[in-house]
């Protein structure tokens, strides 16, 4: 029982003593890899202690990837890196520029002795619920893309309540759960509203919104703008077999399909931001410089990044709605 050592009195919980010991015993190669620790009742016997402070020590040291679990047989010594005081389970839906963007700006912020893991599920329930399933008690924090993917909500409930946060997209459901989310419903509304003297030029509104991996929000909230200040609307699934009219709008989600609404009205020898207008969702660079500057509404995918890190790190109840600008280009 030489490498752990309880106190009373120390003012410190008994748990977290049994981690700094297993710590230091490793730092001093008195543990090495593929070391058995003691067993837990040997643990408890020895200190006077109950099975669940024991349990939350060797747990969290699991959780961090330091120590692992043979059923049966006990706790072993996985890793010596002790530095490492946090391992994040990080469930992407897919791999785009916005994400790279949110995730780059994760790891610049939230420091050195955090192991990151990342993950995609793309949009596919059973992929989803799988990668939830087999990482359930391997992290301290679990990061999770839920985007409108239904019956996930049981999978997520299966993980620490205390050790989940929700990115990007949230819902009713999932209210109990710490988040930094996009409100799309009020972002696409806020943008429209605040571009509106010149949305008044045109004759018709038209949303491309496929609906497959599109949030809700978007169409909702396109909608509500559009009927509360009268413009005529449309919402098509896809850009196909279609000519653009003079005096269009096109609200564009999918870079895709903005690619080819400038690819058509190219062939059209329509002139962007006169003729017709495009706003696009979300920020790149390129947009930047498309066919002259392509106006968006964007949600700040750095700040994303560094809030999440700062809820990570301060261990974050707080629900927060990440800012969203309209950004004025010649498009529009």
């Given at each position: 029982?030489?490498?752990?050592?309880?106190?009373?009195?120390?003012?410190?919980?008994?748990?977290?003593?049994?981690?700094?010991?297993?710590?230091k015993?490793?730092?001093?190669?008195?543990?090495v890899?593929?070391?058995r620790?003691?067993?837990?009742?040997?643990?408890?016997?020895?200190?006077s202690?109950?099975?669940?402070?024991?349990?939350?020590?060797?747990?969290?040291?699991?959780?961090?990837?330091?120590?692992?679990a043979?059923?049966?047989?006990?706790?072993?010594?996985?890793?010596?890196?002790?530095?490492?005081?946090?391992?994040?389970?990080?469930?992407?839906?897919?791999?785009?520029i916005?994400?790279?963007?949110?995730?780059?700006?994760?790891?610049?912020?939230i420091?050195?002795?955090?192991?990151?893991?990342?993950?995609?599920?793309?949009?596919?329930?059973?992929?989803?619920?799988?990668?939830?399933?087999?990482?359930?008690g391997?992290?301290?924090?679990?990061?999770?893309?839920p985007?409108?993917?239904?019956?996930l909500?049981?999978?997520?409930?299966?993980?620490?309540?205390?050790?989940?946060?929700?990115?990007?997209?949230t819902?009713?459901?999932?209210?109990?759960?710490?988040?930094?989310?996009?409100?799309?419903?009020?972002?696409?509304?806020?943008?429209?509203?605040?571009?509106?003297?010149?949305?008044?030029?045109?004759?018709?509104?038209?949303?491309?919104?496929?609906?497959?991996k599109?949030?809700?929000?978007?169409?909702?909230?396109?909608?509500?703008?559009c009927?509360?200040?009268?413009?005529?609307?449309?919402?098509?699934?896809?850009?196909?077999?279609?000519e653009?009219?003079?005096?269009?709008?096109?609200i564009?989600?999918?870079?895709?399909?903005?690619?080819?609404?400038?690819?058509?009205?190219?062939?059209?020898?329509?002139?962007?931001?006169?003729?017709?207008?495009?706003?696009?969702?979300?920020?790149?660079?390129?947009?930047?410089?498309?066919?002259?500057?392509i106006?968006?509404i964007?949600?700040?995918?750095?700040?994303?990044?560094?809030?999440?890190?700062?809820m990570?790190?301060?261990?974050?109840?707080?629900?927060?709605?990440?800012?969203?600008?309209?950004?004025?280009?010649?498009?529009?």
């Amino acid at each position: 029982m030489n490498v752990i050592s309880v106190q009373n009195n120390l003012g410190l919980p008994k748990y977290k003593q049994i981690i700094l010991s297993i710590e230091k015993a490793i730092e001093e190669e008195k543990l090495v890899k593929g070391d058995r620790l003691p067993s837990v009742n040997k643990v408890c016997l020895a200190f006077s202690l109950s099975r669940d402070t024991v349990l939350q020590g060797y747990d969290e040291l699991k959780k961090r990837g330091i120590i692992y679990a043979i059923p049966g047989k006990g706790y072993y010594v996985k890793s010596v890196e002790t530095t490492i005081k946090h391992k994040v389970f990080l469930l992407f839906d897919e791999l785009n520029i916005f994400k790279e963007d949110i995730y780059n700006s994760f790891l610049k912020n939230i420091g050195k002795n955090v192991q990151v893991d990342i993950f995609f599920h793309h949009f596919n329930l059973q992929v989803f619920q799988k990668l939830i399933n087999d990482s359930n008690g391997n992290y301290t924090k679990y990061i999770i893309m839920p985007t409108d993917l239904n019956d996930l909500v049981d999978a997520i409930k299966t993980l620490p309540v205390n050790e989940v946060i929700i990115l990007d997209q949230t819902n009713p459901d999932l209210k109990v759960y710490p988040a930094i989310y996009q409100n799309h419903k009020k972002d696409i509304f806020e943008g429209l509203l605040k571009g509106k003297t010149r949305l008044s030029k045109y004759k018709k509104l038209i949303l491309i919104f496929p609906g497959s991996k599109e949030p809700l929000g978007m169409k909702l909230g396109f909608e509500d703008f559009c009927t509360q200040y009268h413009f005529e609307y449309e919402i098509i699934r896809e850009f196909t077999d279609r000519e653009i009219t003079i005096g269009d709008l096109y609200i564009i989600p999918n870079d895709r399909d903005l690619v080819k609404v400038i690819e058509d009205a190219g062939n059209q020898n329509l002139k962007l931001g006169s003729d017709f207008g495009i706003i696009s969702y979300n920020e790149t660079p390129l947009k930047k410089i498309v066919a002259n500057g392509i106006t968006t509404i964007s949600t700040h995918f750095e700040a994303m990044g560094e809030i999440l890190a700062e809820m990570v790190l301060k261990g974050s109840k707080a629900q927060i709605e990440n800012k969203s600008s309209l950004i004025m280009r010649n498009s529009l």
